[in-house]
């Protein structure tokens, strides 16, 4: 059973950075997804940035590039979310996420971490 563990969000200030991590267990059955997503008060879950096993490409949403680099440690299955110049509208939970990309391409999520971005 995969479990994803999230940790590090927190409280900053406008225009601080923050890095949120995420540690998997459970088996690894192939070649795999992990990224982040996060939902805003009032909003739809929406994609932050994602990173494949095989090769490290990654996806970002339009709304972070340049702010965000997501980052990846396979021995120890964890991905961190390195944030920069942080704006009052990154304000959300944070979701870990992790994609099988083969059969059965099973999906699973954390808990969740908040962050908020305030004076």
């Known amino acids: 059973q995969v479990q994803l563990v999230e940790s590090g969000g927190g409280l900053v200030q406008p225009g601080g950075s923050l890095r949120v991590s995420c540690s998997k267990s459970?088996?690894?059955?192939?070649?795999?997804?992990m990224g982040w997503y996060r939902r805003a008060p009032g909003k739809q879950r929406e994609l932050v940035a994602t990173?494949?096993?095989?090769?490290?490409?990654?996806k970002y949403a339009d709304s972070v590039k340049g702010r965000v680099t997501i980052s990846r440690d396979s021995n120890k299955n964890t991905v961190d979310l390195q944030m920069f110049d942080l704006k009052p509208e990154d304000t959300a939970v944070y979701y870990c996420?992790?994609?099988?990309?083969?059969?059965?391409?099973?999906?699973?999520w954390g808990q969740g971490t908040q962050v908020t971005v305030s004076s």
């Open positions: 996420y992790y994609k099988l990309e083969v059969f059965p391409f099973r999906e699973y």
């Open positions: 459970g088996p690894i059955d192939g070649a795999y997804t």
């Open positions: 990173i494949a096993s095989l090769d490290s490409a990654t």
